[in-house]
């Protein structure tokens, strides 16, 4: 897909991997995909403006209900949309209702002239075995988005099939978010799929090999897993809490990419061995 416009609007909407939990900066905040995306496309649209509307935590109908809205009134001519995770996670997952929000959102942005981009989930059941038997979920949810995304002409990055993410250096320790890496090779893989100017499809490869983990240790590091992120999460939910409970945006309004922006990460994170 050739890029056949300047953008000068980028707008990202979605959860905490829009926002970038799991890849912290340097004042005790958080970059993500979408910044280092927005790295990328500035560099081939200079004087790009980027907002970021992401909170950890919400759920399909809130991001609808909290960011729309707001990032109709930026008017943006290109958006980004993660939404559907947090929703399909949860024991009791109304698919119809997450897919009828998504849409909604879908249909109001490409009304509004801007392009979108949606992806396709990775299958969380090969990065964290408790929550394998969500697979079939992520299978049958991205069937459905990528129905959406040929419905409304939107520009689909389509993760599902991509061994690289699903790679466990490519998610932080809770499993839930993405590493430093991770978001790098998400950020790369949007640059790709919207040919920006010194993109390619080297996301897609798969990453060098690591030291094989023996059993006993993959074990001691399943129940770690559970004690120190698993119940945390179930007792957030059983209390009626969410990690995104008090957050604000982190960029609520259209700034520039500055070069102070840019700074100290327009390379790729090492790849842990």
Not at 98 to 118: F, K, N, P, Q, Y
Not at 143 to 157: F, G, I, Q, S
Request: net charge neutral; aromatic share 6%; charged share 20%.
């Amino acid at each position: 897909m050739a890029l056949v416009q300047p953008f000068t609007r980028f707008v990202a909407l979605g959860d905490s991997q829009t926002e970038g939990v799991g890849d912290p900066d340097d004042n005790g905040g958080f970059r993500g995909w979408a910044d280092r995306f927005a790295g990328k496309l500035a560099a081939a649209n200079p004087g790009l403006l980027y907002a970021n509307l992401a909170i950890r935590g919400r759920r399909t109908a809130r991001i609808r209900a909290e960011q729309l809205g707001a990032a109709l009134a930026l008017r943006p001519d290109l958006v980004a949309l993660i939404a559907g995770m947090n929703d399909l996670i949860r024991p009791r997952f109304d698919q119809a209702g997450t897919l009828a929000d998504i849409e909604a959102m879908l249909a109001a942005l490409t009304e509004s002239g801007a392009r979108v981009i949606s992806f396709t989930f990775p299958d969380i059941g090969s990065v964290a075995p408790f929550v394998r038997p969500l697979s079939g979920r992520v299978r049958t949810m991205n069937a459905e988005l990528r129905a959406l995304a040929a419905k409304y002409d939107v520009t689909l990055v389509d993760f599902e099939p991509v061994g690289t993410t699903t790679d466990p250096r490519a998610w932080a320790n809770d499993r839930l978010h993405l590493s430093p890496l991770g978001h790098e090779i998400v950020a790369q893989a949007v640059a790709d799929t919207m040919a920006i100017p010194g993109a390619d499809s080297s996301w897609r490869d798969p990453l060098p090999p690591c030291v094989p983990q023996p059993p006993l240790d993959r074990v001691v590091d399943e129940l770690r897993w559970v004690a120190e992120h698993l119940a945390p999460w179930v007792g957030r939910r059983v209390r009626g809490r969410s990690s995104g409970d008090f957050v604000l945006p982190k960029r609520p309004q259209l700034t520039a990419v500055t070069p102070d922006f840019l700074a100290g990460w327009n390379t790729a994170p090492p790849i842990p061995s």
